[in-house]
């Protein structure tokens, strides 16, 4: 289009100068009044390069440029918007070089070996190998793989059964033993059965009634004869009484036993003593005072207060005696090391050696003749002129410095028949005496638990 104008231009041009030089004035100069080059310029009136220039009218450039119209690196960036760096970066969220360590928490170089190693073996890698290398035990454990000590063995649970008829007790089976029981623990942590109320198991596992409860008396009768006061004397009582069964020993293996089943007793069923022996008159819980420590822990008095309220003349004895001369021995427990003479408590009998026998105060001199009638053939007892006194003579054999029957037949006015038979061995009282009737005393009866 362009290079057709000018050529039309270029042709009107022509055209006009051929006019002009068939014009013969001179008034008009051809070059200066109709210059076409200053005129008429092409290259100035229309110019193509800027009339219909296609790089500025349609500059795809500017007009429509991609680089800031839909700007990818600044409209949506994605080193911004979402920056996997920060946002959720790998490197910092789950690092791991630190969070599994390979070589810290577990160090991939030492990989532990337990091929051919028995349980607690070392792994190489400072640990120890746990592997099946323990077996199974027997029927009550369990052998298993301890990290520390091997191969332990652990116990099943109790009353697991095991082997015929048992059950398994801390590892070990154990079968149950009932055979002639009623009670008791069958071995195995179970029992044989119990006993009706009341009853207790003994060790043999059989039911039996619990014993008596002890008599609060002392006496196996229920009734004192010295020591009146029970509340006052609640441990020591002096029970009177007889028995025809010799001797103040008489110990089996579970201590002093009856012979008579406590019949005996001034009031007692047995009164008479037939077949009984000193421990028939203490009540069920209490025994025979072994001698002076024994009554003394029970009273600290001694025989203080034993004839409050009594009846004269009364006598009784502890089972302890003498090696001579009125020195008392020790208590007697289990087997006596002493026969000679009586000693106990009372108003009747010769004084003891204090010395050697307190808090006991009497002994029975040789065959017990202070305890009867003419201790000596010459024995002789009266009141004194003011009858406030009385005084036997002579003064030995058991009569005068002591006080047997023949004074207190003065004393109270009564005659009083010998009651107390020693024999006839001036060293074995404490194996042969017998008491023929219940009056002029007995025994003292310790209670067993106090």
């Not at 969070?99 to 349980?119: H, N, Q, R, Y």
């Given at each position: 289009m362009g290079r057709r104008v000018l050529v039309v231009f270029c042709a009107i041009i022509f055209l006009c100068m051929g006019c002009g030089s068939s014009d013969s004035g001179t008034g008009t100069d051809t070059g200066q009044t109709d210059d076409p080059g200053q005129t008429d310029d092409p290259g100035q009136t229309e110019d193509p390069g800027q009339t219909d220039d296609p790089g500025q009218t349609e500059d795809p450039g500017q007009t429509e440029d991609p680089g800031q119209t839909e700007d990818p690196g600044q409209t949506e960036d994605p080193g911004q918007t979402e920056d996997p760096g920060q946002t959720d970066d790998p490197g910092q969220?789950?690092?791991?070089?630190?969070?599994?360590?390979?070589?810290?928490?577990?160090?991939?170089?030492?990989?532990?070996?337990?091929?051919?190693?028995?349980?607690?073996?070392?792994?190489?890698?400072?640990?120890?190998?746990?592997?099946?290398?323990?077996?199974?035990?027997?029927?009550?454990?369990?052998?298993?793989?301890?990290?520390?000590?091997?191969?332990?063995?652990?116990?099943?649970?109790?009353?697991?059964?095991?082997?015929?008829?048992?059950?398994?007790?801390?590892?070990?089976?154990?079968i149950p033993d009932c055979e002639n029981k009623d009670c008791g623990t069958d071995g195995c942590l179970n029992l044989c059965g119990s006993c009706d109320d009341g009853q207790s198991c003994t060790p043999d596992g059989l039911c039996e009634d619990p014993p008596p409860q002890a008599d609060a008396t002392g006496c196996s009768d229920g009734t004192r004869e010295g020591f009146l006061d029970v509340?006052?004397?609640?441990?020591?009582?002096?029970?009177?009484?007889?028995?025809?069964?010799?001797?103040?020993?008489?110990?089996?293996?579970?201590?002093?036993?009856?012979?008579?089943?406590?019949?005996?007793?001034?009031?007692?069923?047995?009164?008479?003593?037939?077949?009984?022996?000193?421990?028939?008159?203490?009540?069920?819980?209490?025994?025979?005072?072994?001698?002076?420590?024994?009554?003394?822990?029970?009273?600290?008095?001694?025989?203080?207060?034993?004839?409050?309220?009594?009846?004269?003349?009364?006598?009784?004895?502890?089972?302890?005696?003498?090696?001579?001369?009125?020195?008392?021995?020790?208590?007697?427990?289990?087997?006596?090391?002493?026969?000679?003479?009586?000693?106990?408590?009372?108003?009747?009998?010769?004084?003891?050696?204090?010395?050697?026998?307190?808090?006991?105060?009497?002994?029975?001199?040789?065959?017990?003749?202070?305890?009867?009638?003419?201790?000596?053939?010459?024995?002789?007892?009266?009141?004194?002129?003011?009858?406030?006194?009385?005084?036997?003579?002579?003064?030995?054999?058991?009569?005068?410095?002591?006080d047997p029957l023949d004074y207190w037949n003065v004393f109270l006015g009564v005659d009083h028949p010998d009651v107390w038979d020693c024999g006839t061995n001036t060293t074995q009282e404490a194996n042969y005496v017998v008491k023929t009737d219940t009056s002029q005393g007995g025994v003292l009866c310790c209670k067993d638990e106090f």
């Open positions: 969220t789950e690092d791991p070089g630190q969070t599994d360590d390979p070589g810290t928490a577990e160090d991939p170089g030492c990989i532990p070996d337990c091929e051919g190693k028995l349980c607690g073996d070392d792994d190489g890698c400072e640990g120890v190998c746990i592997v099946d290398t323990c077996g199974d035990g027997g029927e009550c454990t369990n052998m298993v793989c301890d990290a520390t000590e091997g191969c332990i063995s652990v116990p099943v649970f109790d009353s697991t059964a095991c082997g015929d008829g048992g059950v398994c007790v801390t590892g070990l089976c154990c509340g006052g004397f609640p441990f020591l009582a002096a029970c009177g009484g007889a028995w025809d069964v010799p001797g103040i020993h008489h110990t089996g293996p579970d201590g002093p036993e009856p012979a008579c089943d406590r019949q005996a007793g001034n009031t007692g069923e047995n009164a008479a003593g037939a077949g009984c022996n000193v421990e028939d008159l203490c009540g069920v819980g209490w025994h025979v005072c072994l001698g002076k420590d024994d009554v003394q822990i029970r009273n600290e008095g001694g025989c203080t207060g034993i004839m409050d309220g009594a009846q004269s003349p009364a006598f009784f004895l502890a089972r302890i005696s003498s090696t001579g001369a009125f020195n008392c021995a020790p208590d007697t427990i289990g087997d006596p090391t002493s026969s000679n003479d009586l000693f106990g408590c009372g108003d009747l009998g010769c004084p003891a050696t204090q010395e050697t026998c307190a808090p006991l105060t009497l002994g029975s001199h040789d065959r017990c003749k202070s305890l009867k009638n003419k201790p000596t053939t010459n024995c002789a007892c009266s009141w004194n002129a003011e009858e406030t006194e009385v005084s036997c003579t002579p003064n030995s054999g058991g009569c005068g410095w002591c």
